[in-house]
């Protein structure tokens, strides 16, 4: 089984849709959960990060944590065409803190 | 404030050779992660600076190797290069007691032919 599953997509919605992007993880010592959005071609770029269950805001973004079921999503809200690209889950925990990702999905909006 | 930065931007290198690739890491960050991304891949961990030191690395074979300079610069070196060793190189960095927030880089884009 997977640290990380994610589905890859691709993701088509319209200008102005709610979207939700999920993932789950199977190992409970991880601790940090982020988003990150990358462009194509670029450098994954930290969208937001949490590390207890529940919801946390950040303008249009909203990111769910469910320890529990080991289940994080993310939600966009008033989606925009410049919101296409690759979105990651990632998860951290241990000394290091090194970055376990998903394989991402690749979001569309059309406008 | 300056952001994570990385050169060079793209490299093409023929199977057998050797690549640096070099991370200047945030400003205020003392920590380097580097991440091997393959087309239509998620980043895979390849190895960690702190102190100069290697701290844990992942999953890749000794012809992946790094330093990491007194001002916290880091190099990634790949030696005897195949083809499956093209990729997007990524270069993170954090403040080693900061858990949260790890930057990246932009990338060089390695071809291997």
């Known amino acids: 089984q997977k640290e990380v599953e994610q589905d890859p997509g691709p993701l088509s919605v319209p200008e102005g849709a709610i979207v939700s992007l999920n993932c789950t993880y199977s190992?409970?010592?991880?601790?940090?959960f982020m988003w990150y959005r990358q462009y194509s071609r670029k450098g994954p770029e930290l969208l937001m990060y949490?590390?207890?269950?529940g919801n946390k805001e950040d303008g249009r973004f909203t990111a769910q944590v469910d320890k529990s079921s080991k289940y994080i999503s993310l939600f966009i809200r008033d989606s925009q065409p410049s919101d296409s690209a690759t979105y990651l889950c990632?998860?951290?925990?241990?000394?290091?803190?090194?970055?376990?990702f998903g394989t991402g999905t690749l979001l569309a909006v059309q406008p | 404030d300056a952001g994570v930065t990385q050169s060079p931007t793209h490299l093409i290198k023929t199977r057998g050779q050797q690549v640096t690739l070099r991370c200047s890491p945030k400003?205020?960050?003392?920590?380097v992660s580097w991440y091997q991304q393959a087309l239509g891949q998620g980043p895979q961990f390849i190895f960690q600076?702190?102190?100069?030191?290697?701290?844990q690395r992942g999953n890749f074979p000794d012809r992946f190797s790094g330093h990491q300079f007194p001002n916290y610069s880091s190099e990634l070196n790949v030696n005897a290069l195949l083809l499956g060793d093209s990729a997007l190189y990524l270069c993170?960095?954090?403040?080693?007691?900061?858990?949260?927030?790890?930057?990246f880089g932009p990338g060089t884009r390695l071809t291997v032919t």
């Open positions: 600076y702190y102190e100069e030191e290697e701290r």
């Open positions: 190992n409970s010592a991880f601790q940090y």
């Open positions: 949490t590390y207890s269950s």
């Open positions: 400003s205020g960050h003392d920590t």
């Open positions: 993170a960095s954090f403040l080693g007691g900061d858990k949260d927030e790890q930057y």
């Open positions: 990632a998860w951290s925990g241990g000394a290091t803190n090194k970055l376990i």
